[in-house]
């Protein structure tokens, strides 16, 4: 396959010139062409956002939903047809902001889904406000006097929490970037790829040659199955390490801990519906 094959010719891509999130559509792309998906086969999932965009500019099937609600659509959509390559996309505020009361529940619950959130420190789609991420001092019109707060720290969040996979990646990084995405879509459980990325337009602070100057790939002994190490590495801050920080192959997915799937494999949505049933459980309740 080629990554043209999830072009959609007639998509109006309305990101700015130079906006990170253009290199992260086309190395998904290019993850995707690799890995030999068939777009009948996968799903997009997204919030609101300028990264929530992005599903509407490749071949695939989409759900685009309220703002950070994305991951419970896409847990439901994976326990529904577990055949399905499941792919949230989302930004930082729309995931650790809106969303992380469900960034938190769905690392616990373990989908076999894949996270990708743009982090380019900013609301970008609402014109700059200070997201969950922003550095401390990033100026914006509504942080006039600067961001006072710390930052949130995704990776060591889940870490802490025992998320089966957390990667980080640089959407400048087009061939490095390829190769987390294709680990975290073949990884089996819930997969969190962080990705920086530059807004042109309202982070002028944290820029592409900004990301580039404070940032470096973990080293190629890295044990991503040492999970104390991946937090220490995911508390480094000044100069922020990219790659695999952490990898638990052996945790059981929400969907194999699903009654439903124990004793029968067919998926959810290719099953009768019993009305009867439905009918007496309803009765039931009266
Ligand atoms: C519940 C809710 N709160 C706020 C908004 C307004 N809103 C829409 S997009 C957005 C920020 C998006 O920023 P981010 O998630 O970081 O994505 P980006 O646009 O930077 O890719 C906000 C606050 C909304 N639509 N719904
Ligand atoms: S506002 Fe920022 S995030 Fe949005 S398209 Fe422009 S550069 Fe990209």
Known sequence: MKPRDFDLPDADVAWCPGCGNLSILRSLKATLAELEIQPENLVFVSGIGQAGKL?????????????????????????????????DVSGDGCMYGEGGNHFMHTIRRNPDITN??????????????ASPTSQRDFNTPLQVDGVFLEPFNPLAVAIALDASFVARAFSGDR???????????????????????????????????????????????????DRNLAFQRATETGEYPLGIFYQNPDKSTFEENLTVYRDEKTPLY?????????????????
């Open 55 to 87: 599903p509407h500019y490749i071949k695939g099937n989409v759900f685009n939903g309220l703002h950070g609600r994305s991951l419970s659509p896409a847990t439901a959509i994976k326990a529904a047809n577990p055949d399905l390559i499941v792919i």
């Open 270 to 286: 290719q099953r009768k519906l019993d009305k009867d049933k439905l009918r007496a459980l309803v009765e039931s309740k009266r």
């Open 175 to 225: 061939k490095q970037s390829i190769e987390i995405f294709k680990a975290a879509i073949n990884h089996k459980g819930y997969a969190l790829v962080d990705i920086f990325q530059p807004c042109v337009s309202f982070n002028k602070v944290n820029t592409r040659d900004w990301f580039r100057e404070h940032t470096y790939y973990l080293e190629d002994d890295h044990d991503p199955q």
């Open 116 to 129: 990708l959130v743009h982090n380019n420190m900013v609301y970008g789609l609402t014109k700059g406000q």
